[in-house]
C-alpha cells in the first residue's frame, strides 16, 4: 500500500476520504482511546447546556489521527521524521472529511508534504505539513 | 500530559487505530506479526491516560466531574485551575506537531517530560483578545533516547473588558 518517495513528483496529489456522516459513537470511541473525555466531545447535555455549543465536536486529535491515515497510507509509518498542523474549524457530527495530500518537495534527505482536511462544505478544519525520510532502499 | 511510565501496549494501538477509522494492519496485532505492530503518528497522545493527574478524565471515587449526572454540569469542581475548554472562558487546541525520532512499539515504557514554551496574543476579528501558550512533551525511553517530540498550542479567548 504505502509507496517509494522515489514514485513521486512535486505537485503529486494523494486524495484520502476519512469519514462519511461523523458519528457521535466515534467520538466517543477517540475519547477512550486516547484519555481525553472532555464532557464537550462526549456529553451532549454538557455541550449544549452548560458550554453553549450546537452539539458535542471532535477532538481535534481525532481529526489529526484520521488525517494522519493519508500520509501512512501513502509513505508508510517508519519513515515519517514529522507531522503537525492547525485546527482551523471544529468538526462536528454529520460532517464528512476528507484529506489531501500535495507533494511540495522532494530534496535528498526528505520529501515534504501539505496535508490539508476538508469538510463537506469545502471548509478546511485542519491544515499541515509532513516530512518523510529519504531513507528507504530504492 | 506528564507520565512516569506510559506503557506502549499492542491492544491500545488496535483500538487506537480504530478510533481513527485507521484499518492499517500495521497497527493492528491480530492482523500482523505482532512482533512488527507500530503506533499511528498521533498515538502519543493518548499517553493521557498514563497521567495521574490529567484533568480531562474522570477520576475513580472522585466526586469532581464537570460533565453530566443529575445536572447538566455535574458538581462544577474546582479542576485544578485548568479549563474545561469550553465557551466558560476555556482553551482550545489551535496546533499540534510531532517530530519522530524512534518507532512507537509495544513493549516501550515511555516517560513524558512537559514544559512550557512560549506565549503570544493576537486580536481576534471576532473581538476580544486571543491568547497562545504552546506545551512541548518530550517522549523519551528507558535508555534516556528521545522517541517522539509533540508541542500542542492551546488558545484562549479573553473577552474584551475582562481582566
Known amino acids: ?138 | 500530559m506528564g507520565a512516569e511510565n506510559f506503557y506502549v501496549e499492542a491492544g491500545h494501538i488496535m483500538m487506537f487505530a480504530r478510533s481513527i477509522g485507521d484499518e492499517n494492519p500495521a497497527f493492528d496485532p491480530t492482523r500482523t506479526d505482532p512482533s512488527t505492530v507500530v503506533a499511528p503518528p498521533t498515538f502519543v497522545q493518548s499517553s493521557a491516560h498514563f497521567d495521574p493527574d490529567y484533568y480531562l478524565r474522570p477520576k475513580i471515587g472522585a466526586s469532581g466531574w464537570f460533565g453530566s449526572g443529575g445536572t447538566p454540569s455535574g458538581t462544577q469542581p474546582d479542576v485544578g485551575g485548568e479549563s474545561t475548554g469550553g465557551r466558560q472562558g476555556g482553551g482550545l487546541h489551535a496546533e499540534q506537531h510531532f517530530e519522530y525520532h524512534r518507532p512507537v512499539v509495544p513493549g516501550a515504557a515511555l516517560t513524558a517530560r512537559v514544559s512550557d514554551g512560549e506565549t503570544w496574543e493576537k486580536q481576534s476579528s471576532r473581538g476580544g483578545t486571543l491568547v497562545f501558550r504552546e506545551r512541548i512533551t518530550e517522549y523519551v525511553d528507558r535508555n534516556g533516547d528521545a522517541v517522539v517530540t509533540a508541542r500542542s498550542v492551546g488558545v484562549q479567548v479573553i473577552e474584551d473588558g475582562a481582566s
Open chain 1, 1 to 138: 500500500m504505502s509507496r517509494s518517495i522515489h514514485d513521486l513528483t512535486v505537485g503529486d496529489i494523494v486524495e484520502l476520504r476519512l469519514v462519511d456522516d461523523l458519528k457521535r459513537t466515534t467520538i466517543v470511541q477517540y475519547a477512550g482511546a486516547s484519555g481525553d473525555f472532555n464532557p464537550l466531545h462526549t456529553d451532549e447535555v454538557f455541550a449544549t447546556e452548560v458550554a453553549g455549543y450546537p452539539s458535542v465536536f471532535a477532538h481535534g486529535m481525532l481529526t489529526m489521527g484520521m488525517t494522519g491515515r493519508v500520509v501512512t497510507d501513502t509513505f508508510g509509518v517508519d519513515s515519517i521524521a514529522s507531522f503537525g498542523g492547525r485546527f482551523t474549524a471544529q468538526v462536528f457530527p454529520g460532517d464528512s472529511l476528507t484529506a489531501v495530500l500535495t507533494v511540495d518537495a522532494i530534496d535528498t534527505d526528505a520529501t515534504t508534504v501539505s496535508v490539508v482536511t476538508r469538510n463537506q462544505r469545502d471548509e478546511v478544519v485542519f491544515s499541515g505539513h509532513a516530512r518523510i525520510r529519504a531513507d528507504q532502499p530504492t
